[in-house]
Every structure is written in structure tokens, then in C-alpha cells.
């Protein structure tokens, strides 16, 4: 029903950068909110972002000052802009999509982000 797609990770030096992006398809209601969430090995996946159809964000305390969500529903991609990256920073991200008039949540595939000291 909604297809979503992440690209942009890769491996980079600690205190680089990189943007992700996630590309949406399908029947998409239009008030939702779309996250970023990551999983490092070992570890539980925990929300890293969030911003609603109209624009409100929330942040991880972990990568807030360091990192900005955004979206271009003209264009039906959300954004995930990721500076000072710090090893820990090491996950799998992962794009997820709530679309609110049902509250079903809705899955990306991951993009790897790796982070060397």
C-alpha cells in the first residue's frame, strides 16, 4: 500500500556528514507523520527523529544540534541530514511512515550508516 525507500548511507569519518533520503509511494494519506528511526548491533531500534505532515519535528537528545529532519511532500521524500557524525552514531536507519487516519505504520528496507573513528 506504501512503498518506502531509503538511500544516502554509507561509511564516513567521525565528525563527517551525510544526508538520507527516503523516497515514498503508494496510497499516502495526507496528514501523517513520517520518522527516522536506527538499530546498531546489538541494540534495540530507537526513534532518532520526527516530523508530521505539518512540519513539527522532534529529536533524539542523542542528535539533537547535529541532526535535521525534513520533508518535501511535494515530492514525497523525507530527509534526514546527519552532521558531526560520532561512531556511535553506527546503525542501520531505518524510514518509517504513520499515516493517521488509520495509525498504520509503515517500513523502509535500511540504509547502513557506519561511522569510523
Known amino acids: 500500500q506504501v512503498q518506502l525507500v531509503e538511500s544516502g548511507g554509507g561509511l564516513v569519518q567521525a565528525g563527517g556528514s551525510l544526508r538520507l533520503s527516503c523516497a515514498a509511494s503508494?496510497?499516502?494519506?495526507?496528514?501523517?507523520?513520517m520518522r527516522w528511526y536506527r538499530q546498531a548491533p546489538g541494540k534495540q531500534r530507537e526513534l532518532v527523529a520526527g516530523?508530521?505532515?505539518?512540519?513539527?519535528?522532534n529529536y533524539a537528545d542523542s542528535v539533537k544540534g547535529r541532526f535535521t529532519i525534513s520533508r518535501d511532500n511535494a515530492k514525497k521524500t523525507l530527509y534526514l541530514q546527519m552532521n558531526g557524525l560520532k561512531p556511535e552514531d553506527t546503525a542501520v536507519y531505518y524510514c518509517?511512515?504513520?499515516?493517521?487516519?488509520?495509525?498504520?505504520?509503515?517500513w523502509g528496507q535500511g540504509t547502513q550508516v557506519a561511522v569510523s573513528s
Open positions: 516530523i508530521s505532515s505539518g512540519g513539527s519535528t
Open positions: 518509517n511512515l504513520q499515516q493517521l487516519n488509520n495509525q498504520i505504520n509503515y
Open positions: 503508494g496510497s499516502i494519506f495526507s496528514i501523517n507523520i
